[in-house]
């Protein structure tokens, strides 16, 4: 066993795709339920909308890469209202069902077989990453050091994922410190008294539905961008666990989500390749090897509760203001 | 007082449930909200006079809570039309309700409590070029108007006396200051008429006299004030104007003195409620009389005003 | 300590008195029965997929009749943590994405052939498959005109309402127990489903794995269902709400749990799909409709249950202060009743009952270890159609998901049936937000 590629590979998953991706959907559910208080579980949704909506038009009508970044946004927009329009006016566990109905709606319609010929059904979808290789501005080669040390293609997946993760924190920072943040924050807390004042609650959440969603489409191109789109991938699994890094960063955080993301992926690594490790060097003999990538996910379930019960504010959030029961 | 007409110089003609004011500021009509079966509300007409401090007053239960939600558009109503300053409100969402100046508080605290003091205040304001979502992200745009109402905001928790309390969570508030604060907070956006349902319960007595001194302020301002409280007192010293509800319907209405020696007054109040509130009412009606009275007029509160006051006459 | 004495001893009376008549209504159900016949598998499912992965491992293959590509038919690939059903497409052919190299199961899921086509080998539908040094591996299912009866469409409806109303009943039994916990607690248990699981897992360990009776078996499931209702309460939920712990926070507790306890049984289980041993594989004609007999007792089971049930919430003590609870917990402990101990009791109950429902529904599809999860947002559909928090409710709600998801079937294709059930919800939510049975919320 090579625990020196252990540790490298779980480096390695600090600066990966996924995890920006992760980050990205993290910040977009921090806007929802951090800021809002909006409980979306449906997040797994808006990424496959996301990644679909790119891929889709990419493949069938050759959309230019920006064209299909757009198409994702506005078909992350669409579905926002379509959640919205029905629930955003009920109590909020409301849009929690049927947020998460919808994500597996969007699910389950993608892989239906009648609609093969588009979505690929079960299989999904490859082969559409060309427009954005193109547009890859670096030589070829190799660039970092140590564990980072990636291909051209490799640095510009990165280089492009995490801008979008600063780009959205910054919008983040910008709306939060304002007074449409206020307003927002102010919902979160209790909706009834800022309608009594003269905010229209309806639109503000609204905007905030569609603001986190967006951030989960564009977090769901990430994803696909340096592979294939998999239907399976987006099950209500995927909107727990991005509310597992959530939490553990600090919802209403502008770092808690990033932070979150990469605490989660490098422990994902981390507590898969140890386990596989030692079971291969006969330490632990009693369980297999399948079974090892079963206790990674067990120690999810449990980080989460833990988390909630003894950290409620998360790394980053302040305990204070979480320890007032409004 | 006389065996002829009750007249006063907010209303025209006779002094009566659903008088008719001078210069009415909300006129309801046939305004009713059942729950169930429960007529929760069921007011055929009244108006509210402006530039006046008018107190809504009943027994728990008497659908005063419920009737501030339908005017303000946080309930709707079965039937009914309602207007403020001439403009219909009915079918108008609440924020709109807000915007036209109508602004109000809530019997159970709603303060915000995960935002500091003055972020509460700070949201009551109007005119924000920074509620708007794209301008938002752009500081200079809003930093001017963020700064004159933090100055009010600080002007008015001054008067409250919660100005130390600024940068605090509002959840560390005790009751009584986040009922100060949430009444605070809905005059920064300079409503034309403040709708307070009960401001003084859970708030410290010594606190409750400057709150009078407030309430009055209101009104020197400019401001109309609807109430809903059961502090007798408060209600006597401050209101101009007061109303009375009980089950679903207003059952009374006239100056303070006047009404708090209506029998119909004490029949709402004893009818449904005659453990509490009542140490002011029986200190100025006969204990003993009240009894008699009150089962005369139970099967029709609402019989001609006329009958009533030749009941007052008696005594 | 008399207080916990009269505690327990309600409690042992509550769930005493659950199992006592579970046994006997089927026994009642099962003496109006028929003698077991040989083996038989129970229909299969096409539950939804899962997992988390990004691979290009693929199973597939080609299903044809003679030269005719035959679309939709349903392969089901099972592996170690790994269940999904792949469907031919209009060319006939299937695909499986699967996480990674190793060894799998493909089974034909013959329901799902068009009429009057059969496999032409019925005894042996299941292929094993060695993913070893490739990245893609072909099955071949052989087809011919087989012994398939043709069916009227009346005929196929009224089965598919028949399973349905049998899938709804099974549905309320689980979704009662998310809507009392709800109604007294105004808690989301996402750990719900994984309660059904645990119900259809430890049953299938006593029936089919050890071999006791069915009558016994059924008896240490519900116990052992009851008990993780009592531990759910007196370890983890009764401490949350002491420390004050607020409701959002307490349901993430409840996804935390169903994602441990999910895992946990996968770990022990493993991936594979179970059939449960019931001995109940008669078919029973109804009408022109057949359907087997574990349905039919599946059925009586429920409807028992569920009328003793609406008699436990309507006619005795702790069902009234139960309601009370729900209605108005302040003014219910107020007015003197024990809102903690009517909270566990209704902990036990639900479990009890959701543990039964596992059951049931193992009995009716088959046994993994994601199946609860597979229908916890049916459930929750049941219960918010119904009006969150109201039992009758959730029994209407079900009924509803139920049957619109098997009788859908008949014109839509099969992987879109759950899909419909959750479009239905939004659009009851649309139409009348406080759902079928439910009243509006006091606002101000
Ligand atoms: N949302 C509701 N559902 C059912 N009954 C209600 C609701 N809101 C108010 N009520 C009932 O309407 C009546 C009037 O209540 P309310 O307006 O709060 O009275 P008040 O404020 O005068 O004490 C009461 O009997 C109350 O129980
Ligand atoms: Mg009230």
């Known amino acids: ?326 | 007082m006389s065996e002829t007409m009750q007249t006063h110089p907010l209303v025209i003609g006779e002094v009566g449930p659903g008088c008719k004011k001078v210069d009415p500021i909300v006129v309801a009509d046939n305004v009713t909200r059942t729950f169930g079966g429960l007529k929760a509300v069921d007011v055929v007409h009244v108006e509210i006079p402006r530039n006046a401090i008018t107190a809504l007053i009943g027994p728990n239960g008497a659908g005063k809570t419920t009737f501030f939600n339908l005017l303000t558009g946080f309930d709707k109503p079965n039937t009914g039309t309602w207007s403020f300053e001439g403009h219909s409100l009915a079918r108008v969402p609440a924020f709109r309700v807000a915007r036209k100046g109508m602004v109000r508080t809530f019997q159970l605290t709603k303060s915000l409590g995960r935002l500091s003091v003055l972020q509460n205040m700070l949201l009551g304001a109007t005119k924000q070029p920074g509620e708007n979502i794209f301008t938002a992200l752009i500081k200079p745009l809003w930093r001017g108007r963020e700064q004159d109402i933090t100055a009010k905001a600080e002007d008015l928790l001054d008067r409250f006396k919660l100005l130390e309390k600024s940068s605090d969570y509002a959840a560390s508030l005790s009751g009584g200051q986040r009922k100060l604060l949430e009444m605070a907070r809905a005059l920064m956006s300079d409503p034309v008429l403040i709708m307070l349902d009960e401001p003084m319960a859970g708030v410290n007595p010594a606190l409750t006299q400057s709150l009078l001194g407030h309430v009055k302020q209101l009104k020197a301002d400019g401001m109309s004030v609807l109430f809903v409280e059961h502090d007798m007192h408060m209600v006597r010293h401050i209101s101009d104007w007061v109303i009375v509800m009980a089950e679903g319907r207003v059952v009374a209405e006239g100056p303070p003195d006047q009404v708090m020696n209506d029998p119909a007054v004490i029949d709402a109040y004893l009818g449904a409620h005659h453990d509490t509130d009542l140490g002011e009412m029986t200190g100025t009606i006969p204990v003993a009389a009240a009894p008699e009275t009150a089962t005369a007029t139970a099967t029709v509160p609402t019989e001609t005003t006329a009958a009533e006051t030749e009941r007052e006459v008696e005594k | 300590m008399p207080l916990a004495i009269r505690h327990a001893s309600t409690l042992l009376r509550v769930v005493g008195a659950i199992i006592g008549t579970t046994l006997a209504a089927l026994m009642i159900v099962l003496a109006m029965g028929l003698a077991p016949a040989s083996a038989q598998t129970t229909p299969s499912p096409s539950p939804s997929p899962s997992g988390d992965f990004t691979s290009t491992f693929t199973i597939g293959g080609l299903i044809r009749d003679g030269d005719t590509p035959l679309e939709g038919v349903e392969v089901r690939v099972e592996g170690d943590g790994f269940d999904e059903v792949g469907t031919t497409g209009a060319d006939g052919r299937w695909v499986v994405p699967v996480p990674a190299q190793g060894k799998y199961t493909a089974t034909l899921l013959p329901d799902t052939l068009p009429a009057g086509v059969a496999p032409r080998d019925p005894e042996n539908i299941t292929r094993d498959v060695n993913l070893a040094t490739t990245n893609t591996v072909n099955v071949l299912f052989p087809t011919g005109a087989g012994t398939v009866v043709e069916s009227n469409i009346g005929a196929t409806i009224l089965t598919r309402v028949i399973y349905g109303i049998n899938f709804g009943l099974l549905l309320a039994l689980g979704a009662i127990g998310i809507s009392l916990i709800y109604g007294t607690t105004k808690l989301n248990n996402f750990a719900h489903g994984e309660m059904v699981t645990f119900g259809a897992v430890i049953f299938f360990l006593f029936s089919t794995v050890i071999g006791i009776p069915l009558v016994p078996a059924i008896a240490i499931t519900l116990v052992l269902s009851a008990f993780t209702g009592y531990a759910q309460d007196a370890w983890l939920h009764k401490p949350l709400r002491r420390r004050g712990v607020g409701l959002v926070q307490a349901m993430i507790v409840t996804i935390g749990l169903s994602i441990l306890v999910r895992y946990v049984i996968l770990f022990f289980l493993g991936g594979n799909v179970q059939t449960l041993n019931t001995g109940l594989t008669e078919n029973v004609n109804i009408g022109p409709a057949t359907i087997t007999l574990a349905s039919l007792v599946s059925m009586g089971v429920s409807v028992v249950m569920l009328i003793l049930v609406g008699l436990f919430l309507t006619r005795t003590r702790i069902g009234k202060a139960t309601r009370a609870v729900s209605d108005n917990a302040q003014l219910a402990a107020a007015s003197g009743i024990n809102v903690d101990r009517i909270i566990r009791i209704v902990w036990v109950l639900a479990a009890t009952l959701t543990g039964l429902s596992g059951i049931l529904y193992g009995i009716f599809r088959q046994v993994n270890w994601n199946m609860g999860f597979q229908i916890l947002l049916l459930l929750f559909a049941a219960v918010t159609l119904g009006g969150l928090g109201s039992a009758f409710g959730a029994l209407v709600g079900s009924l509803i998901i139920g049957i619109v998801t098997e009788v859908s079937t008949v014109w839509i294709p099969n992987d879109l049936r759950y899909a419909l059930a959750l479009v239905i919800l939004i659009l009851v939510l649309l139409v009348r937000p406080q759902g079928v049975l439910g009243r509006k919320e006091r606002v101000g």
């Open chain 1, 1 to 326: 066993m090579d625990w020196g590629q252990i540790f490298n590979s779980a480096a390695g998953e600090l600066l990966s795709p996924v995890t920006a991706a992760y980050a990205l959907a993290a910040i977009g559910i921090g806007v929802h339920f951090g800021y809002a208080g909006l409980l979306n579980f449906g997040q797994a949704g808006f990424m496959a909308i996301g990644a679909y909506a790119f891929v889709i038009p990419t493949l069938l009508f050759d959309f230019p890469l920006w064209a299909a970044l757009l198409s994702s946004v506005f078909a992350s927009i669409l579905f926002a209202f379509l959640l919205g329009i029905p629930t955003l006016r009920l109590r909020a566990d409301y849009l929690a069902i049927v947020t998460i109905a919808s994500a597996e709606i969007v699910r389950y319609v993608v892989m239906t077989t009648g609609l093969t010929a588009i979505t690929g059904g079960a299989s999904g979808l490859s082969g559409f990453n060309s427009t954005f290789t193109a547009l890859n501005p670096f030589a070829d080669g190799s660039y970092g050091f140590g564990p980072w040390v990636f291909t051209a293609n490799q640095l510009w997946v990165r280089v492009f994922g995490w801008s979008l993760v600063v780009l959205a924190s910054i919008l983040v920072f910008l709306l939060m410190r304002s007074p449409w943040g206020r307003v927002v924050k102010g919902i979160r807390e209790d909706e009834d008294a800022v309608r009594s004042l003269g905010k229209n609650v309806y639109a503000y959440k609204m905007q905030a539905l569609i603001l986190g969603g967006v951030f989960g489409s564009l977090a769901g191109v990430i994803y696909v961008l340096p592979r294939s789109v998999q239907p399976t991938n987006y099950a209500t699994t995927l909107t727990f666990f991005i509310w597992t890094m959530l939490l553990l960063g600090g919802a209403a955080t502008i770092l808690g989500p990033i932070v979150g993301a990469m605490i989660f992926a490098v422990l994902l690594t981390l507590s898969d390749g140890l386990i596989r490790g030692l079971i291969s060097a006969n330490i632990i003999t009693f369980i297999s090897s399948t079974q090892a990538g079963q206790v990674r996910f067990m120690i999810i379930g449990a980080v989460l509760m833990l988390l909630v019960i003894f950290r409620p504010q998360g790394i980053f959030g302040n305990k204070k203001e979480l320890s007032f029961n409004v």
